[in-house]
């Protein structure tokens, strides 16, 4: 069972920064894809990120130049830097993990195994 655990989110002015973590549990973290999502008031979850076999990242066009996904595999840690932080931004944050995938498996579509309950981000203006 692998269990992912948010934080960092918060009350921010527009412009500045914020970075999100998820602890996940599991000894076989290096291997898993990772990404976070998030979901606005009345809308729909969209995809933000994902990082897989460690190093290939994803980003949707709405945070690219802004956010950065990284993670600590010794840590068992995903992470998410927020920059440039705007209102539309405002949003709970989960993250979600893949243990395994093949070759053409899509980040933005999943399918993924595990999600976080989310933390709550809202960028003032």
């Known amino acids: 069972q692998v269990q992912l655990v948010e934080s960092g989110g918060g009350l921010v002015q527009a412009g500045g920064s914020l970075r999100l973590s998820c602890a996940a549990s599991?000894?076989?973290?290096?291997?898993?894809?990772m990404g976070w999502f998030r979901q606005a008031p009345g809308k729909e979850r969209e995809f933000v990120a994902s990082?897989?076999?460690?190093?290939?990242?994803a980003y949707a066009d709405s945070v690219k130049g802004r956010f950065t996904i990284s993670k600590d595999n010794a840590k068992n840690v995903l992470y998410l830097q927020m920059n440039s932080l705007k209102p539309e931004d405002t949003a709970v944050y989960t993250c979600?993990?893949?243990?395994?995938?093949?070759?053409?498996?899509?980040?933005?579509?999943?399918?993924?195994?595990?999600w976080g309950q989310g933390t709550q981000v809202t960028v003032s203006s």
């Open positions: 979600t993990a893949r243990r395994t995938y093949s070759s053409n498996w899509v980040p933005v579509l999943g399918p993924y195994d595990y």
């Open positions: 990082i897989r076999e460690n190093t290939i990242t």
């Open positions: 599991g000894r076989t973290f290096s291997y898993y894809a």
